[in-house]
């Protein structure tokens, strides 16, 4: 993936990019996966959304957002990723 990026990123080195962005990219990995399939379940139901701020202020899509995000969690303790799931990024709902 990331010799793929290499022209997006304006670097030579793939190995650059998986230091200054995969890696730090990793503590909220599990929230972009959950976002990302949200994001393809309205687009299968004809209703593709592109606003991202949106998505982040609409309490109905973060009341799915985030336990889908949470299901995620523990597979990283199995993976090959180098990050546990107490390094991870959370987010609560407070009422």
């Given amino acids: 993936m990331s010799i793929m990026a290499l022209k997006d990123a304006r670097e030579s080195d793939p190995q650059n990019i998986k230091k200054r962005v ?3 990219s990793l503590p909220v990995v599990h929230l972009c ?10 687009e ?12 982040l202020m609409n309490r109905v899509f973060l009341d799915w957002i985030i336990p889908e995000a949470e299901k995620y969690e523990p597979l990283f303790d199995k993976s090959k990723l ?5 390094k991870l990024i959370k987010f609560r ?3």
Avoid: E, H, S
């Fill in 22 to 24: 995969w890696n730090k």
């Fill in 33 to 42: 996966a959950a976002i990302q399939c949200m994001l393809q379940q309205l």
């Fill in 44 to 55: 299968r139901f004809g209703t593709p959304i592109d606003d991202f701020v949106y998505i």
């Fill in 82 to 86: 180098k990050i546990t799931p107490d």
């Fill in 93 to 95: 709902i407070i009422n």
